[in-house]
T-cell receptor, first 115, second 112 residues
């Protein structure tokens, strides 16, 4: 089954304690992306990756890091989490953007609470 | 990237047709218009995409006027299960960017 898998699904942690949210896709997609979703603000892109070892900033990259060492994995790293990073996070993947938008396949989300 | 504007929320009743309009005044020549649907506790899922005129699939229709500064997602005969958030997305031209702007979305509430 084609899917994007995020782990963990829920996490409560404290300010300053480094954490990583993993994302893995089994569709051999080149493109992967991270979003955060907050009430009243919709979905905002954090980082994206067009292929292995190629990453770039989205609209809200501050406080986040990503890496793309393998095609299937795109972890989101919070080196020193702060309460304003409490949010619902989604990972997505697609074919490489080309002629027209390539439909994104989303994971089920990770709810992070930073105390 | 074109910014999109949608109504924050809409209400409807079962069996009615629902039309959600998205404004995108700064749409670029090569930009496509895409709509996603998101149910609570799930990630968004692709519904429909178009460039101009009308596109129809088994789920919805997308109407795009000639100037392409707006688009309308049409859901025929909605049911309670169509209660969701609907996002309009505009972009990308041919492979030169992976940046996407989703906007706030429209929360559709379908009532019995």
């Amino acid at each position: 089954e084609a899917q994007v898998t995020q782990n963990p699904r829920y996490l409560i942690t404290v300010t300053g304690k480094k954490l990583t949210v993993t994302c893995s896709q089994n569709m051999n997609h080149e493109y992967m992306s991270w979003y955060r979703q907050d009430p009243g603000l919709g979905l905002r892109q954090i980082y994206y990756s067009m292929n292995v070892e190629v990453t770039d900033k989205g609209d809200v990259p501050e406080g986040y890091k990503v890496s793309r060492k393998e095609k299937r994995n795109f972890p989101l790293i919070l080196e020193s989490p702060s309460p304003n990073q409490t949010s619902l996070y989604f990972c997505a993947s697609s074919e490489i953007p080309g002629q027209g938008h390539q439909p994104q396949h989303f994971g089920d989300g990770t709810r992070l609470s930073i105390l | 990237l074109a910014k999109t504007t949608q109504p924050i929320s809409m209400d409807s009743y079962e069996g009615q047709e629902v039309n959600i309009t998205c404004s995108h005044n700064n749409i670029a020549t090569n930009d496509y218009i895409t709509w996603y649907q998101q149910f609570p506790s799930q990630g968004p899922r692709f519904i429909i995409q178009g460039y101009k005129t009308k596109v129809t699939n088994e789920v919805a229709s997308l109407f795009i006027p000639a100037d392409r500064k707006s688009s309308t997602l049409s859901l025929p005969r909605v049911s309670l299960s169509d209660t969701a958030v609907y996002y309009c997305l505009v972009g990308e031209s041919s492979g030169n960017t992976g940046k996407l702007i989703f906007g706030q979305g429209t929360t559709l509430q379908v009532k019995p």
